[in-house]
């Protein structure tokens, strides 16, 4: 069946860096974009980026340009988002979400990775 | 960016009661709206794409309405599994954002 697995979580130091995996199964994946959802403790869902897993094009949302990095390994089907220079307000489940076309809802969702920035 | 507001944010109801949430675009997004539910530890779940198509899968007393910046959500008779936050998503242009999320609780 088509499902996104996402790694496992993270704990790690004000301004450190973390690379988040999101492995699809199920489908081909060059075929779909994915996206990168990300919500804090008890907060709302907040757009990050979006990458193209067939060229590795990517669009990444303002608040986070300059720190955010999505890359894709098509041998292992898998996407990656980095995010650098980490503060406390970076805690949050981080979600992977595909998406056919730039014009699509995020159908199927990875389960969430939880990152906790502490010190 | 496109700001979405959602009303109310938070909704107390009993089963079986008809639940409408409201959802206000700041620009046109034409149908480019999406509904999703999300439970406690969970992640969302699609309901409704295209601002009025029901998802695969998805019970048919959800229903979604509206174009341009005017969206409903409606459940016709709500049910012990519908207890959630749902939350809408323009998809009109580059810089996808969610509305703030309404949450159901039971009354």
Same mark, same amino acid.
């Given at each position: 069946q088509v499902q996104l697995v996402q790694s496992g979580a993270e704990v790690k130091k004000p301004g450190a860096s973390v690379k988040v995996s999101c492995k699809a199964s199920g489908y081909t994946f060059t075929s779909y974009y994915m996206h990168w959802v990300r919500q804090a403790p008890g907060q709302g869902l907040e757009w990050m980026g979006i990458i193209n897993p067939s060229g590795g094009s990517t669009s990444y949302a303002q608040k986070f340009q300059g720190r955010v990095t999505m890359t894709r390994d098509t041998s292992t089907s898998t996407v990656y988002m980095e995010l650098s220079s980490?503060?406390?307000?970076?805690?949050a489940v981080y979600y992977c979400a595909r998406v056919l076309t730039d014009r699509d809802a995020f159908d199927i969702w990875g389960q969430g990775t939880m990152v906790t920035v502490s010190s | 960016d496109i700001q979405m507001t959602q009303s109310p944010s938070t909704l107390s109801a009993s089963v079986g009661d008809r639940v409408t949430i409201t959802c206000r675009a !700041?620009? !046109?997004? !034409?149908?480019?709206l999406a509904w999703y539910q999300q439970k406690p530890g969970k992640a969302p779940k699609l309901l409704?794409?295209?601002?009025?198509s029901l998802e695969s899968g998805?019970? !048919?007393r959800f229903s979604g309405s509206g174009s341009g910046t005017e969206f409903t959500l409606t459940i016709s008779s709500l049910q012990p599994d519908d207890f959630a936050t749902y939350y809408c998503q323009q998809y009109n242009s580059y810089g996808w954002t969610f509305g703030q999320g309404t949450k159901v609780e039971i009354k």
């Open positions: 980490l503060r406390s307000e970076d805690t | !700041s620009q !046109s997004i !034409s149908s480019w409704i794409y295209k601002a009025s998805v019970p !048919s």
